[in-house]
């Protein structure tokens, strides 16, 4: 016996446990620092993966901003067609209508010249009808 009353098989099988703990404090460690390992190579598998799925939505938006480019391009090309067109549509209108009042003006001129020979003819014929 010792001086704690415990007998001296007892505290050795203590001191053994203890010391038995504490041997398996490494391997406890050991295996956590495996786990991190494990664990930090799948995060750096999935970032591997996540990344060459952004690669590859990059290379798809690259793809799709030159197609909307070409396709705005020609968006551009016609409004400008549109816009020529339409430029010399007004002017083709507005000579059509400078020509449309120059023939209502002659209209209204021819108007009166074949009132005034209407007019001329009745007379005439009034003359000749009491001559």
């Given amino acids: ?30 295996n956590k620092r495996t786990a991190r390992k494990d664990d930090f190579a799948a ?3 999935a970032n591997q993966q996540a990344f060459a799925n952004l690669e590859k939505l990059y290379q798809a938006a690259i793809a799709q901003n030159e197609e909307l480019s070409k396709r705005l391009d020609e968006v551009v ?14 002017n083709r209108n507005e000579k ?30 009034g003359k000749n009808a009491n001559a």
Avoid: C, W
């Fill in 1 to 30: 016996m010792n001086g704690s009353g415990l007998p001296d098989a007892a505290v050795i099988a203590i001191i053994t446990g203890i010391f038995g703990y504490i041997a398996l404090i490494p391997a406890y460690l050991i």
């Fill in 96 to 125: 059509l209508e400078d020509e449309n009042r120059g023939l209502l003006q002659k209209n209204a001129q021819l108007l009166a010249d074949v009132k005034d020979l209407t007019g001329r003819v009745k007379r005439l014929e």
């Fill in 77 to 90: 090309a016609d409004n400008n067609h549109y816009r020529t067109e339409n430029a010399r549509l007004l």
């Fill in 43 to 45: 995060a750096q598998a």
